[in-house]
C-alpha cells in the first residue's frame, strides 16, 4: 500500500477511485478514462495508482463485478419484500432501471466494452458470464416460485428482456414503458 496513508485514507482512495471509476466509465466509456485521469480527478499521484491496483483493467472489472452484486442485492431486497412473481417483475424493473443508469453494464458489444472485456483474463471473463447466469438463476429457484417453463428458456426469456435496453433509443414509446409491459406481461407465462 502507499507510504503515507493511513489505513483510512487508503480505504478513502480506494472508494474513490472506484467511485470516479464508474463516473467516468458513464461519462467517456473504458477507452477514455485513463488513470492519468482518475488519479488527477481524486488528487492522488499516478505512482500511487499502482499501490491499489495493478493495471486500470483490474479497477474496472472491481466496478462492474459491485455493480453486478449491488443488482444481486436488490433483487434479494426485493424478493424478501414481496415473495411472489410481482417480486421478481419488480425486481426487473429495478434492475433494467439501474442498467439505464449504467450503460456500460449492457452494451457489451459495443466497440468500447470489447476493448475491456478482450484486455482482461479468460477466468474474469468467465466469471462476469457465470455471475450473471447464477445471480438469475438463483433468483428463479425462491421456494415460493413455481416456474411454468424450462429453467434455461425463463432464464433466456428474463435475458432477452432485459437486453431490449439495447435498442431503447430506437423504441417509439418510453423505453421503461415498454419493459414494464413486456415484464407485467411475461411473468404470468414464466410463473404460476
Known sequence: MPKGFSEEEKKRVKQKLFNECKACWQKFGYKKT???MLCQNIGIAKGSFYHFYETKEALFYEVIV???????QTVESRLEQDQSKYGVATAL???YAEYV???????NKSPDFLSFINK????????????????????LNKPFLKLKIEENLAISILSATLNTIVQKDEMLSEPEAVFD?????LIEDIFE
Open 101 to 107: 443508469t449504467h450503460p456500460f453494464m449492457y452494451d
Open 120 to 139: 482482461l483474463s479468460d477466468n474474469q471473463r468467465q466469471q462476469l458470464n457465470e455471475n450473471s447466469y447464477v445471480g438469475t438463476k438463483f433468483m
Open 34 to 36: 485513463s488513470i492519468d
Open 93 to 95: 424493473k429495478e434492475i
Open 181 to 185: 409491459f413486456m415484464i407485467d406481461h
Open 66 to 72: 459491485q455493480i453486478q452484486e449491488n443488482l444481486y
